[in-house]
T-cell receptor, first 114, second 113 residues
Framework: AQSVTQLDSHVSVSEGTPVLLRCNYS??????LFWYVQHPNKGLQLLLK??????LVKGINGFEAEFKKSETSFHLTKPSAHMSDAAEYFC????????????FGTGTRLKVLA | EPEVTQTPSHQVTQMGQEVILRCVPI?????FYWYRQILGQKVEFLVS????????KSEIFDDQFSVERPDGSNFTLKIRSTKLEDSAMYFC???????????FGQGTRLTVV
């Protein structure tokens, strides 16, 4: 069975400093992994995806994530936080076969301090 | 840019009433999903739908829930007799063939009173 664990429920950073949101996954199959962002009162927007190609994945708004199979991790990073990055971030895993069910982590709320 | 559209954005209903949440998936997508997020909790899978039938459903998706794709464009979730604990944000999603990512709608916030 697939699962994801987001290691931090809340992360606070100062504007202009790096962001690190941690995610570990468990999957019996070759996983596809995603990060979605949810701004207040908004829907879920895809930030980036990993699908067994390059292990370093670039997404929108300057975010990146690196797939590390040996560590079963898919951490999300950004070199410099912006106030508009304040939101909830979800790490999501799915299989690449079958019904493509998406399994969500519990979410990390990112706060950006001025 | 194509997007998944959900209506209504907010719905308030009395306990025991039936509600229908509506979704228009992206037009060339073949896989459809409903998820829900109870306030303060994680996003939970309800059901997936492919080739005009349910492909998988969770334990949450009991006999009170049903899904339908009535006209080839809409995808609906019906809750037959709502309970207080059905209050949540409900997300519809669709996935295109050949790509792994799902696209989510803005959600419908359902409040059962």
């Amino acid at each position: 069975a697939q699962s994801v664990t987001q290691l931090d429920s809340h992360v606070s950073v100062s504007e202009g400093t790096p962001v690190l949101l941690r995610c570990n996954y468990s999957s019996s199959y070759s996983p596809s992994l995603f990060w979605y962002v949810q701004h207040p009162n908004k829907g879920l927007q895809l930030l980036l995806k990993y699908t067994s190609a390059a292990t370093l994945v670039k997404g929108i708004n300057g975010f990146e994530a690196e797939f590390k199979k040996s560590e079963t991790s898919f951490h999300l990073t950004k070199p410099s936080a912006h106030m508009s990055d304040a939101a909830e971030y979800f790490c999501v895993v799915t299989t690449t076969s079958g019904t493509y069910k998406y399994i969500f982590g519990t979410g990390t709320r990112l706060k950006v301090l001025a | 840019e194509p997007e998944v559209t959900q209506t209504p954005s907010h719905q308030v209903t009395q306990m025991g009433q039936e509600v229908i949440l509506r979704c228009v998936p992206i037009s060339n997508h073949l896989y459809f999903y409903w998820y829900r997020q109870i306030l303060g909790q994680k996003v939970e899978f309800l059901v997936s739908f492919y080739n005009n039938e349910i492909s998988e459903k969770s334990e949450i998706f009991d006999d009170q829930f049903s899904v339908e794709r009535p006209d080839g464009s809409n995808f609906t979730l019906k809750i037959r007799s709502t309970k207080l604990e059905d209050s949540a944000m409900y997300f519809c999603a669709s996935k295109p063939p050949g790509f792994p990512e799902a696209f989510f709608g803005q959600g419908t916030r359902l409040t059962v009173v």
